[in-house]
């Protein structure tokens, strides 16, 4: 069974830092593309970022609401897909999940619960 | 980036009614649309892709249609737990991935 666990959220200061963890379970997370995709209070979906697989370079895209202060990295060999989020804005309040492309790039067929940030002084 | 706008929103409706929820996209993107379903605290669900194919373990009353800028997501019998926000989404030319504003489906 396919499973992503996130954890790390929590309440931070604007301007300051903070590392989401996702942890995979159920398939070969080194094969595939992972994202995070999060969801503001009373707000939709918003894709954050994702990193591909080291088969496509392991490299990184990310939303224009996010680029330059958001990265994400992978540790393959834990199954582990971190967003490092800094100089954090209170519109990045959210709840963020983590989602896996295994089927068909693009399409987010397996997602975690969650984790809320909440930015505030 | 591509646009997607989602009608109605919300949406009331009874257990056993059929539903319909339509989103447009702002350019053709051919079949490149996701359906998700999203309750509170919940890992979202794929319960469609490539516009019309069910994702596996998604009951048969989901259904999806269209191509190039409209589409359609069916419910043809709704049941208690089918309450819930649905979000297309467009993979056609990425990043960055956008996702519709969202129906959520109420009891009426």
């Known amino acids: 069974e396919v499973q992503l666990v996130e954890s790390g959220g929590g309440l931070v200061q604007p301007g300051r830092s903070l590392t989401l963890t996702c942890k995979a379970s159920?398939?070969?997370?080194?094969?595939?593309?992972m994202n995070w995709v999060r969801q503001a209070p009373g707000k939709g979906l918003e894709w954050v970022g994702f990193i591909r697989s080291q088969a496509y370079g392991g490299t990184t895209e990310f939303a224009a609401s996010v680029e330059g202060r958001f990265s994400i990295s992978r540790d393959d060999s834990d199954n582990i897909a971190y967003l490092h989020m800094n100089s954090l804005k209170r519109e990045d309040t959210a709840v963020y999940h983590c989602?896996?492309?295994?089927?068909?790039?693009?399409?987010?067929?397996?997602w975690g619960q969650g984790t809320p940030v909440t930015v505030s002084s | 980036a591509i646009q997607l706008t989602q009608s109605p929103s919300p949406l009331s409706a009874s257990v056993g009614d059929r539903v319909t929820i339509t989103c447009r996209a702002s350019q053709d993107i051919s079949s490149s649309l996701a359906w998700y379903q999203v309750k509170p605290g919940k890992a979202p669900k794929l319960l469609i892709y490539d516009a019309s194919s069910l994702q596996t373990g998604v009951p048969s009353r989901f259904s999806g249609s269209g191509f190039g800028t409209d589409f359609t997501l069916t419910i043809t019998s709704l049941q208690p737990e089918d309450f819930a926000t649905y979000y297309c989404q467009e993979f056609n030319n990425y990043p960055p991935f956008t996702f519709g504003p969202g129906t959520k489906v109420d009891v009426k």
């Open positions: 989602a896996s492309f295994t089927m068909i790039v693009g399409v987010f067929d397996y």
């Open positions: 159920g398939f070969t997370f080194g094969d595939y593309t």
